[in-house]
């Protein structure tokens, strides 16, 4: 079976331009997740689908980061304009539920804004 | 609020001897506990996790993990390490009200020498 699939792996960019980032997660995962990891930390919360109603994006920073997971199966996160502070690895995962289950994480996408 | 903490961030040992990676946490109310792995420039892995029963929980690559309430501890353990465990592991905390968000540790290198 395969896993969430992320992409770029990589990706750099200059400050002020745009980027979006691609997730697939598990065949039947109905919830998504993208994260935020920086250097050293361990990864934090963005926001949350279930399929494709986001129903916790507390913690996005709105103004400039936005999502969507148009068909509740794929997801992109798009960031407009970058700063340095972005610089991170973001991350996807999925599980089959929320509660007890477990969240499976694809490998990343690693962000440097020069 | 939930939080994680992982009190070391490097543990060493030689290949063989036991290994130990600490891990406490604090929740509202019961928690879902988990133990993920970083390999460089990978996802995270899932390795284990606590929902309810039995205090020892076993996971993959010979892991496993014991979750102490009055303690407020999952401390994960191998008997034998090998080389190859050298990783950056992640303890994880999500509990039953939150039931969703899962709250990270800063994480924990560890080194096996051969």
């Known amino acids: 079976e395969a896993g969430v699939v992320q992409s770029p792996r990589y990706k750099i960019i200059e400050k002020k331009q745009p980027v979006a980032f691609w997730c697939n997660p598990i065949?039947?995962?109905?919830?998504l997740y993208w994260y935020l990891q920086n250097l050293g930390q361990g990864p934090e919360l963005l926001i949350r689908?279930?399929?494709?109603?986001?129903?916790?994006d507390s913690q996005l920073p709105k103004d400039r980061f936005s999502a969507e997971r148009l068909k509740g199966v794929d997801s992109t996160l798009k960031i407009q304009p970058a700063e340095l502070g972005d610089s991170a690895v973001y991350l996807c995962?999925?599980?089959?539920?929320?509660?007890?289950?477990?969240?499976?994480f694809g490998p990343g996408t690693r962000l440097l804004v020069l | 609020a939930q939080s994680v903490a992982q009190p070391e961030d490097q543990v060493n040992v030689a290949e063989g001897n036991p290994l130990t990676v600490k891990c406490t946490y604090s929740?509202?109310?019961?928690?879902?506990l988990f133990w993920y792995v970083q390999y460089p420039n990978r996802g995270l892995q899932f390795l284990l996790k606590?929902?309810?029963?039995?205090?020892l929980v076993k996971g993959s690559y010979g892991f496993e993990a014991e979750f102490n309430k009055s303690q407020t501890s999952f401390h994960l353990k191998k008997p034998s390490a090998l080389v190859s465990d050298s990783a950056l592991y992640f303890c994880?905390?999500?509990?039953?009200?939150?039931?969703?968000?899962?709250?990270f540790g800063a994480g924990t290198t560890v080194t096996v020498r051969a």
């Open positions: 689908y279930e399929n494709e109603e986001a129903v916790d």
């Open positions: 994880a905390v999500r509990d039953m009200v939150h039931d969703y968000k899962l709250s």
């Open positions: 995962a999925s599980s089959l539920g929320a509660g007890g289950e477990t969240q499976y």
């Open positions: 065949s039947g995962h109905n919830t």
């Open positions: 606590y929902i309810t029963g039995d205090n």
């Open positions: 929740v509202s109310g019961n928690p879902y």
